[in-house]
């Protein structure tokens, strides 16, 4: 994602402001230069740092520049810097950085601005009004299982961060309805079920229907070849095929839908089936761009640069994966009138997307450029490993289904509340729902916390362990935070009219500076679409506002017992 606008109270934003301002005048004949600011990696040197004057030096220099290297050059800019009261102090290190630390007034300030006004005025200004986010989308008849865990908690966050960033957000789970499988499933089930009874009995275990039809496939030819026919009358509208077929769908999207909710993840199914009316029209489109060639017996677009081409009708005359997507997509550009559609799955589907974004650049659908709108994106996520670094898998099963995992983790939960005495505590009802928030928190959280591009391993003991980065840790760290409030008998509503906030003591500064920081990590989560930098944004603000709490307390109040100066204006909390 990328923003063009200033986001309110975006410190990189104000201070290369700032730069930009001292850049014009060092280099007044170097306007293009944008300032480049980044975060101090060691917070002694400094909060922020402008790096700018290595890279100007390798510009002007021999070219009768008055610079005599790189240090001159950040010594210039940091003469220059227009007074501000956002900027303390500042020095120069190395090679011309010039580092600032920010006024400690002013962080408060800010912060306080923040409390006031509430965190929603600091999400990034994206220019897109209406994106899609196209996520989870699991193939159906088949349970969810934990290679769809990914996409779904990945892609629902990044509708939640988009939406946090005022955008709307068109939520599409693209199930996968209307492949080859329905013809073994129902040409199965009309074996089953001569008299072709359809309930949900009779379909039962979905899974169990599919393996068994699955094997039959695969070792029966003329069931082969009904199946295949099955697939042709179930395209072509027969009503008994499309009965069975519309009954598979509501059972499996039904057991979808209690792992969505239990998730708390929402989307509108559109699957594959919905496409299909769309399909010859769009095919129509690049046909009439002269894309679509026939290529033994098969219709398919070449792209430039890849070997394989796309193919969009199959040489028995079927649509395909490629030609729903085609169709789907132009179905969102032009009458979901999506501006920006972001497409959520694993890494082994990358050159599907490439080919048939290609394909629809080449159609004139979306602009050759990748930096204009409408657009569209494909993200990536690896795969999810057991501990022993091989794919994910339980002793009894192969697949590991969201059901038993979501159960699991659950039960864990409730097994160490029960150990810590909180059934005795705590109502049966108070016990279960803290059991769920927390395992399926833990749940989510693992999965978010960890680089989405990178494959990802699956432990119970590591996401429920109540040290370290994990929900368990970040959900107690915020009771614990609402409990303080809770004692401390102050009326935040009356403190945001009246209070007055002092950042003293350095814990306390390294605090507000860290609370200052969100609209940087919202803004770089969302640029990259990368959760895993608000994971850990909040991390670091658990771990700062414990050092902040455990060596602020005593010191406040012994402040308050000398008559300290700084105790007369007393802290928010
Ligand atoms: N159903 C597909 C699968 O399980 C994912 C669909 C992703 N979305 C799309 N528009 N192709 O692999």
């Known amino acids: 994602m990328e923003n063009n606008q200033e986001t309110v109270g975006n410190v990189k934003h104000q201070l290369a402001k700032l730069f930009k301002e001292s850049l014009s005048v060092t280099f007044p004949e170097e306007l293009d230069v944008d300032p480049s600011i980044a975060s101090c990696q060691n917070p002694k040197f400094g909060d922020y740092q402008c790096n700018n004057a290595m890279g100007l030096w390798a510009k002007v220099n021999g070219k009768g520049t008055q610079f005599k290297g790189p240090q001159p050059i950040g010594q210039a800019i940091l003469e220059n810097l227009p007074k501000s009261d956002v900027i303390g102090s500042q020095s120069i290190a190395g090679s011309g950085f010039v580092n600032v630390k920010l006024s400690t007034p002013w962080i408060a300030k800010s912060i306080h601005k923040m409390l006031v006004e509430g965190i929603e005025i600091w999400a990034p200004k994206l220019s897109v009004k209406r994106a899609l986010v196209d996520f989870s989308s699991p193939n159906i008849a088949k349970e969810l299982h934990v290679g769809h865990l ?7 966050t990044l509708a939640r961060m988009l939406e946090y960033s005022n955008v709307e ?8 309805d209307w492949g080859t499988q329905f013809g073994k499933l129902i040409e199965y089930f009309f074996e089953k079920c ?3 009874e359809i309930n949900g009995q009779a379909i039962g275990d979905l899974e169990t229907l599919y393996k068994a039809s699955e094997q039959r496939f695969n070792s029966d030819d003329v069931f082969k070849e009904k199946a295949h026919q099955a697939v042709v009358s179930l395209q072509a509208g027969v009503e008994r095929y499309q009965n069975v077929w519309a009954k598979i769908c509501e059972i499996s999207l039904k057991e979808s839908e209690k792992i969505y909710q239990r998730l708390g993840v929402q989307s509108v199914v559109k699957g594959e089936s919905f496409y299909n009316p769309f399909i010859p029209g769009a095919l129509k489109l690049l046909s009439e761009k002269g894309l679509i060639k026939l290529d033994k017996g098969a219709l398919t677009i070449s792209i430039e640069g890849i070997q394989q081409p796309l193919i969009v009708v199959k040489s028995d005359g079927g649509f395909n994966y490629a030609s729903t997507d085609l169709a789907a997509l132009w179905y969102r550009l032009n009458e979901e009138k999506a501006e920006w ?13 490439e080919l048939f974004f290609s394909a629809a650049k080449l159609a004139g659908w979306l602009p050759a450029e990748d930096n204009r709108y ?4 494909h993200v990536t996520n690896g795969f999810v490993q057991g501990v022993d670094g091989k794919k994910f898998k339980t002793r009894n099963s192969d697949t590991v289904k969201l059901v038993d995992l979501l159960d699991e983790a659950k039960s864990r939960c409730k097994a160490a509340l029960i150990e810590r005495g909180k059934n005795e505590e705590w109502t049966a009802e108070e016990l279960e729902q803290t059991a769920e928030a927390i395992g399926y928190g833990a749940v989510k959280y693992a999965e978010l916390k960890n680089n989405r591009a990178t494959n ?3 432990s119970f003991d590591q996401m429920l362990n109540d040290k370290g980065n994990t929900a368990v840790y970040l959900l107690y760290a915020h009771a614990r935070i609402s409990s303080i409030i809770r004692k401390s008998g102050k009326d935040i509503e009356e403190l945001k009219k009246t209070g007055t906030l002092n950042l003293v003591h350095s814990d306390e500064r390294a605090l507000g500076l860290h609370i200052l920081r969100f609209a940087e990590a919202v803004e770089q989560a969302c640029s990259h679409f990368l959760p895993n930098i608000l994971c850990e944004y909040l991390f670091t603000l658990s771990e700062v506002f414990a050092r902040f709490y455990s060596n602020c307390q005593w010191w406040d109040r012994r402040r308050r017992q000398v008559g300290c100066c700084c105790a007369r204006q007393r802290p928010l909390l």
């Open 374 to 377: 409408p657009k569209v994106s």
């Open 150 to 156: 990914r996409s779904t908690i990945i892609g629902d």
């Open 169 to 176: 957000v068109l939520r599409r789970n693209h199930i996968g």
């Open 341 to 353: 559609i972001i497409y959520v799955t694993d890494v082994g589907q990358r050159e599907h997307f």
């Open 194 to 196: 001569p008299d072709g």
């Open 456 to 458: 990802y391993t699956f």
